[in-house]
């Protein structure tokens, strides 16, 4: 999920629990009764042509007769209905993000061949508003980035972390309610299916995007008969957490620790920007200088902080411009915010604080966020362990200072997984085609590869020589775009992985 709040709501992009693979048959020999859609007027500023419709799915698919919560659906029928294949859901990032305006705002920059075979399909996921919205209560400070992220203190220490998370933790458990407890990536997938049936579809394609292709990889295991056209675009790693084995546990942390290498590969292309002898926001004369000045300036900011009102919290500290820069390596077009930040600081002064969103929203982000991270998969709850992988990570990642081996408050998430562990095989039809920039920080390259290698001959990559989150349509380049397109119109894939220059 691109993140364009930079003191604000959780920038999650995903969590896997993996294990033994459900059984097929438990879930994909028969389709669930198909609920009708009776579609409207979204009545929002959205494509006229978009419409949207109310979904009733289970709230626990271990009871599939009991409570029954709302999911929002959208849609905007293929404008060629001589040539329509089928439906083409696009499945959001985050865990937080919801695709419902998706129809109306990526559909615009589809090819007309694309917008001609399929009606495109947009959700809320459970538990994102206007569904069935889940919502944990967390006191204002604990939405501040810096908080949902477990940026350690200055000295490396993850005692205030503990803290954050019991505290963050206890809040979900007492406001949350039963809805807190199924929201995870399985569940979305039993979703995801609830739709197809509902749409009257046999078969779905769909295209994931960050989280969403974690998601999409779920589905497509569980589910795999009921897959057409699939891409993958800025693929989650899912083969375990930390380097322990990937069939006792799941990739919340190891998302996390992919923002180490991630912002390091991201900081060179940074720094050679920054250095340029022709930008008006040059840093430095050298890369390496504007490395060195980085840090030396984050740590200044450790020992002493510049008032900044209007963000959340209002002071610019160390840990606020590390995350500022992460956020503005989502995409290149923002190097330039992040240096006029740097020079800001520089002189003793800040920016305008970037205005955050509505707290409900904000609530709302953080919430299914924690909620899916910490329900796919176990985290350890011993402060040792955080301490040690933090020590280790600012030794060999100081650009980040420890926070990808750092303790969220899963460390305190008083839930066991209700769900089964889904690890991703190459069983099913050779159907899916992943694009991947070459450098991205939030979902590295290094990751990427190793879901091609878990899903096989199911699959073929396209790496992209570009920089930034998202890749098709967006932060990619044209060849990228054009083999996704041809894929999604025609079926044609690439016999093998390539590259697109």
């Not at 930079?6 to 028969?30: F, K, M, Q, Y």
């Not at 998202?470 to 992985?497: H, I, M, Q």
């Amino acid at each position: 999920m691109k993140q364009t709040i930079r003191n604000g709501s959780l920038i999650a992009v995903s969590s896997l629990l993996l294990g033994l693979t459900a059984p097929l048959a438990a879930h994909a020999s028969t389709s669930p009764q198909a609920d009708a859609l009776d579609w409207s007027a979204c009545g929002s500023g959205a494509d006229p042509r978009q419409e949207c419709a109310t979904l009733q799915v289970p709230l626990d698919y271990a009871d599939p007769d009991g409570r029954r919560i709302d999911i929002a659906v959208s849609r905007i029928a293929a404008e060629k209905p001589s040539t329509r294949r089928g439906a083409l859901l696009m499945i959001p990032g985050g865990p937080g993000g919801s695709s419902l305006d998706d129809p109306s705002e990526k559909g615009r920059k589809m090819p007309q061949k694309v917008r001609d075979t399929y009606d495109l399909i947009g959700f809320a996921p459970r538990g994102n508003a206007p569904s069935t919205a889940a919502d944990c209560g967390l006191e204002h400070g604990d939405l501040a980035l810096t908080k949902l992220r477990p940026w350690p203190a200055a000295d490396g220490s993850v005692a205030e972390n503990m803290a954050a998370a019991r505290r963050m933790s206890q809040a979900c458990a007492r406001n949350g309610g039963e809805l807190i407890r199924h929201i995870s990536t399985a569940d979305n997938a039993r979703d995801i299916d609830r739709i197809r049936a509902a749409l009257g579809e046999q078969r779905i394609s769909a295209w994931g995007v960050s989280y969403g292709t974690y998601i999409g990889a779920v589905y497509a295991q569980l589910f795999p008969q009921r897959t057409d056209r699939i891409v993958l675009d800025s693929n989650l790693d899912p083969t375990g957490d930390l380097g322990a084995a990937a069939s006792r546990t799941g990739l919340s942390r190891a998302w996390l620790a992919g923002f180490a290498p991630g912002v390091e590969d991201l900081f060179t292309q940074f720094a050679r920007w920054a250095a340029a002898p022709d930008n008006p926001h040059r840093l430095a004369q050298t890369p390496a200088a504007v490395r060195s000045d980085f840090l030396r300036l984050a740590d200044r900011l450790d020992r002493d902080p510049l008032p900044w009102p209007g963000a959340n919290p209002e002071v610019l500290d160390g840990n606020a411009l590390r995350q500022a820069m992460l956020n503005d390596f989502y995409d290149p077009d923002d190097f330039p915010a992040l240096a006029e930040l740097i020079l800001a600081a520089r002189q003793g002064t800040v920016p305008p604080a970037p205005e955050a969103p509505p707290e409900a929203v904000l609530q709302n982000v953080a919430a299914v966020g924690a909620a899916t991270l910490c329900n796919d998969s176990a985290w350890p709850t011993s402060t040792a362990v955080y301490e040690k992988g933090v020590a280790e990570s600012r030794a060999k990642y100081p650009l980040t200072a420890g926070m990808p081996a750092n303790a969220m408050l899963c460390a305190a998430w008083p839930f066991p997984p209700t769900q089964p562990p889904v690890r991703i095989t190459d069983r099913g039809p050779s159907n899916v085609l992943l694009v991947q920039n070459e450098h991205d920080v939030a979902t590295p390259l290094s990751g990427a590869l190793k879901l091609r290698s878990a899903l096989g001959r199911r699959a073929v990559m396209v790496t992209v020589n570009s920089t930034g989150h998202d890749a098709y349509l967006d932060n990619g380049n044209a060849c990228g775009d054009r083999t996704v397109s041809r894929f999604l119109a025609t079926g044609e894939r690439p016999k093998r992985d390539t590259y697109c220059d």
